[in-house]
């Protein structure tokens, strides 16, 4: 169902959370998230507390999604105490199988998580087919 496409990215984000780096346009931040499948339905949830939903980006080519959004940074006037959470741009690409209806993703952003509710495509649902053999026919399941 989900491929992951590039496997440095979970190297990357290990560094940002050790070093606390500040997501770029050419270096975003990836974002958390979960994946997983209820019945006929794709559920995916991306963390992005403190997120304006303005700012939030959805995309879809084919079979790959691409998730963006920026977290406003601090100003440089203010003294820091502590700077923990990742600010600045962050950015999450996913490529779905075949097998995934992506003319019909629904999106909902709601107490700091992106969730994208995505359908198994009518094609690869389980269904019947009827075999015919001379007068007879039977059904079998494929």
Known sequence: M???SDPF???DRLT???LGSTGTRMRPTMMLMDAWRDGDTFHIEFDLPGVDPSSIDLDVERNVITVKAERAPLSDDVERLASERPRGHFSRQLVLGDNLDTDNI???YEAGVLALEVPVAETAKPRKIEIS???DSK???S
């Open 2 to 4: 989900l491929m992951r």
């Open 106 to 108: 629904s999106a909902n």
């Open 9 to 11: 990215r979970e190297l």
């Open 16 to 18: 940002q959370q050790l």
């Open 133 to 135: 053999s001379g007068n």
């Open 139 to 141: 059904s079998i399941t």
